[in-house]
C-alpha cells in the first residue's frame, strides 16, 4: 500500500533551517507528481510547493517561494522540503502528499484531505 513517512520536523529559531524528508514506498514514485502541504490550526491547510516527475518543474506558494525549495531523489523514492529564512508564520505540521491531480501538486487545484495520498506529518515549530 502507499506509505509516505516524513521526518526532519523540530524547533527552529526565526531565520533558522531545517530539511523535510519524505520516504515513500507502495507506488512507483517516479511516475507521480508530488507535494508538500502544512497544516497549522489557525489558518488551515496550505499547499506550499509541488515537483514534477522528473523535477523539471517546481511550484511554491508565495508566502514561500525564495526561501523553501522542493526536490526528489527518484533513485531512492525519496521527496524533499529544504527550508531557510524560516519565520514564526512557518509553524505547522508540515505533510508529504501524494496529490490526486497534477492541478493539486501545482498548487491551482484545492487540496481535499479525503483526497490523494498523505503521510502523518512532521512538526515544524519556530520560537525564538
Known amino acids: 500500500q502507499v506509505q509516505l513517512v516524513e521526518s526532519g520536523g523540530g524547533s527552529v529559531q526565526p531565520g533558522g533551517s531545517l530539511r523535510l524528508s519524505c520516504s515513500a514506498s507502495?507506488?512507483?514514485?517516479?511516475?507521480?507528481?508530488m507535494a508538500w502541504v502544512r497544516h497549522d490550526p489557525r489558518k488551515g491547510l496550505e499547499w506550499i510547493a509541488g515537483?514534477?516527475?522528473?523535477?523539471?518543474?517546481?511550484y511554491y506558494a508565495d508566502s514561500v517561494k525564495g526561501r523553501f525549495a522542493i526536490s526528489r531523489d527518484n533513485d531512492k523514492d525519496m521527496l524533499f522540503l529544504e527550508m531557510t529564512n524560516i519565520q514564526r508564520e512557518d509553524s505547522a505540521r508540515y505533510y508529504c502528499?501524494?496529490?490526486?491531480?497534477?492541478?493539486?501538486?501545482?498548487?491551482?487545484?484545492?487540496?481535499?484531505?479525503?483526497?490523494?495520498?498523505w503521510g502523518q506529518g512532521t512538526q515544524v515549530t519556530v520560537s525564538s
Open positions: 515537483i514534477s516527475m522528473k523535477a523539471d518543474k517546481f
Open positions: 502528499l501524494r496529490p490526486s491531480t497534477v492541478s493539486q501538486a501545482m498548487g491551482t487545484t484545492p487540496l481535499r484531505e479525503d483526497e490523494g495520498y
Open positions: 507502495g507506488f512507483p514514485f517516479n511516475k507521480y507528481w
